[in-house]
């Protein structure tokens, strides 16, 4: 299967994203450590360092639009099932280019290589009805097109 830059993007960020929610250590710190030590080729560098600072810097907007949704607290929800929803709610809130299956899809996808053995199932359902908020216009008429 042949993997697009912007998905390569993605798993270099949530990787990021995640150290930053374990170990507290500036993105701007790891954005240069990544671009010194992870193999970087295909990789679309201006979207990886977009997510990267972006969705710390939006973490209170994004962590209020996915809190609501959750079946236990913020604090409760495994770090890489965390930075999967983090990554994919800021891309349904200000990505509005990128078609909100394919945000579901990629952060399912990111869970299922990242994450506990079931967390994909978690991510998925929160997706789901995260874009059906966010996106319900769009959702809609993708749904009634079925």
């Not at 810097?57 to 495994?78: F, G, T, Y």
């Amino acid at each position: 299967m042949k993997i697009n830059s912007r998905t390569r993007a993605r798993r270099l960020a949530l990787q990021g994203l995640y150290e930053w929610q374990v170990s507290g250590n500036a993105p701007a710190d790891i954005e240069r450590q990544y671009l010194v030590e992870k193999e970087l080729h295909k990789v679309d560098i201006p979207y990886f360092r977009e997510l990267l600072t972006k969705v710390p810097r939006h973490r209170a907007e994004l962590d209020a639009v996915i809190e609501p949704l959750l079946n236990r607290k913020l604090e409760e929800v495994d770090p890489v099932e965390l930075a999967v929803l983090r990554l994919g709610a800021y891309e349904l809130v200000h990505h509005s280019d990128i078609p909100y299956r394919v945000v579901i899809n990629e952060a399912v996808e990111l869970a299922k290589m990242f994450g506990a053995e079931q967390g994909h199932r978690f991510v998925n359902g929160i997706m789901d009805r995260l874009a059906a908020s966010l996106r319900s216009t769009e959702v809609g008429s993708s749904r009634n097109r079925q």
